[in-house]
């Protein structure tokens, strides 16, 4: 079996969005639209809406419709496998996930951790779970169903092919969650940029970006939206007692 073989069939341009997918588009657009109001939390997305609410929902909406349609015509789902199945996988890389990110911040990089960032991790955990928890959600509106929809949809136009390689799908998952990370971490870093600070950055933030965009493309948008909100379920309570 080729690589490509494992991508998933892509439907034509054009074609109209069936009902579950619509369906899931309405949620992911009423609640992407209210995270947007309250807080941009993204530092471009804010200074790309001039700090208003209502910019800030339009934006929201016209990136996760974009996104939408894109990922229609690469084949991309919003539903995935549904039901039982999309919530028991999310949950399980959201645990596996949370694990992992707690290995790296409680012990192998421990020492290196900006004591503003550790302090922060310390605030009321109800504090915690809904600042990082909405963020996720929007985060990956903005850099899944917008941002890798959106390059995967051009890279399959420019090679003139229906389905993109997976070695090709890969570089763009790493792709947009760099362009997330450049923007959100490695900028608005106050300490100097060394290797060590690069690698702790692509272990800590690029591979759980380049997790979400997998579950995206393997088990559709609500399984990557599943996983990434509900990791901070068991990371946070988890910072709390080991960070």
Not at 79 to 88: A, E, F, H, V
Request: proline share 5%; net charge positive.
């Amino acid at each position: 079996m080729t690589s490509a073989a494992l991508a998933p069939e892509p439907t034509r341009t054009g074609t109209a969005m069936p009902a579950g997918q619509r369906r899931a588009l309405g949620v992911i657009l009423a609640v992407s639209m209210a995270i947007a109001v309250v807080a941009p939390f993204d530092v471009y997305f804010t200074a790309a809406t001039f700090g208003s609410p209502l910019l800030r929902a339009v934006l929201i909406v016209v990136l996760a419709l974009i996104g939408g349609r894109c990922a229609l015509d690469c084949g991309l789902s919003l539903t995935g496998n549904g039901g039982r199945s999309s919530l028991l996988i999310g949950l399980f890389m959201a645990a596996a996930m949370a694990g992992y990110v707690l290995a790296l911040d409680c012990w192998l990089f421990r020492d290196t951790i900006d004591p503003g960032y550790a302090a922060f991790l310390h605030l009321p955990l109800p504090y915690r779970l809904s600042y990082f928890m909405l963020r996720a959600f929007n985060e990956n509106v903005m850099y899944r169903l917008f941002a890798f929809s959106a390059l995967t949809w051009l890279a399959s136009r420019a090679c003139g092919v229906k389905i993109v390689p997976v070695s090709l799908l890969v570089a763009i998952m790493i792709a947009a969650q760099m362009l997330n990370i450049g923007m959100n971490v490695v900028a608005a870093a106050h300490e100097p940029l060394t290797a060590a600070v690069l690698g702790y950055d692509a272990l800590r933030y690029i591979v759980p970006g380049v997790t979400w965009a997998w579950l995206f493309w393997r088990f559709g948008f609500v399984t990557a939206e599943i996983a990434s909100v509900c990791c901070h379920l068991f990371l946070q309570p988890g910072f709390s007692y080991l960070l």
